[in-house]
Structure formats: structure tokens, C-alpha cells
């Protein structure tokens, strides 16, 4: 069994509702996960499981208001985290052109300044076009939790 750990960035409930998503889908396949609604330093430097990040973009490309204190420790204190696999799901909205996804940017960068190793690629779901993020989020989520553990 592997353990995940879901680091949720959300404004109005889609990010977290996502999340939420994931981890019933993944715990019927036998994995333990974990969703961090206001997740704190702590809960990625006590150990090395895979982290995923599953975050909502605010304003013009930020993160949202209760990742923020998380991200901000991020950037200021680097905990190395080298090797330690992780993956972005985030949700935007495209009419904002350039600032579209941004807060998976922001979360993306951090993490590799901590020397953690992404896998795959981010998946990035336009509020435009999807209604429901968790039908995309599933599928991407099953291929990369299979690249984690190969």
C-alpha cells in the first residue's frame, strides 16, 4: 500500500471537492491517502511519501488563501525533499490568459526548489470547458499514481 498525500489549495470548494474526489476513488484501490485542507510544513517533512498538489489559482495566478501559509514556509524555509515524487493537478480559468493556472506554477517552482521530483505532467482544468474537474482528475490521477510506483 502506498501513501499520498493531497495538498489542497481551494477558494469556492472545487479544488477541495476534487481532492476529495481522488481519495475516494484511490482508497477503493487500496491506497491510504490523505487530503491537507490547511496543510502545514510539518505534514511534508515527517516523511517522503508522494505528494500531490490539487489546487485552485486565485486573483491574477495566486494560491489560494488557506495553501498560502504552506507555500510562503515553502519558499522561505526549503526543506530538501530530494527525490520525493510530486504531481499538480490545478484549476483555472483561461479568460484570464496569462495568469491561467498560475497557483500550480507557483506550487510546481517551490517544490523543486526543495529538490522534490515531479512526475508527469501538470494537469491543468479550465473552469471554460469542464463543469466537473474530478472526470478529468481521475483518469490523469490513475496514470500518474502509476508512474509514481514504477
Known amino acids: 500500500m ?8 481551494s477558494v469556492y470548494g472545487g479544488a477541495l471537492m476534487t481532492a476529495r474526489a481522488i481519495k475516494k476513488a484511490l482508497d477503493a ?30 486573483g491574477q495566478g495566486e494560491v489560494p488563501g488557506n495553501l498560502l501559509p504552506f507555500y510562503v514556509a515553502l519558499r522561505e524555509q526549503l526543506p530538501q525533499q530530494p527525490g520525493r515524487p510530486f504531481g499538480v493537478i490545478v484549476l483555472g480559468d483561461s479568460s484570464y490568459g496569462d ?3 498560475g497557483a500550480g506554477e507557483l506550487m510546481e517552482e517551490a517544490l523543486y526548489e526543495t529538490s522534490a521530483h515531479k512526475v508527469g505532467e501538470t494537469l491543468c482544468i479550465d473552469a471554460l ?3 466537473e474537474p474530478e472526470s478529468e482528475a481521475l483518469p490523469w490521477v ?3 499514481i502509476s508512474t509514481v510506483l514504477k
Open 129 to 131: 470547458e469542464t463543469m
Open 142 to 144: 490513475r496514470e500518474w
Open 99 to 101: 495568469t491561467f493556472c
Open 29 to 58: 484501490d487500496g491506497y491510504s491517502v490523505s487530503v491537507l485542507e490547511n496543510p502545514e510544513l510539518d505534514d511534508i517533512t515527517s516523511d517522503t511519501v508522494p505528494l500531490l498538489v490539487c489546487t485552485s489559482t486565485t
Open 2 to 9: 502506498t501513501d499520498i498525500q493531497i495538498l489542497v489549495g
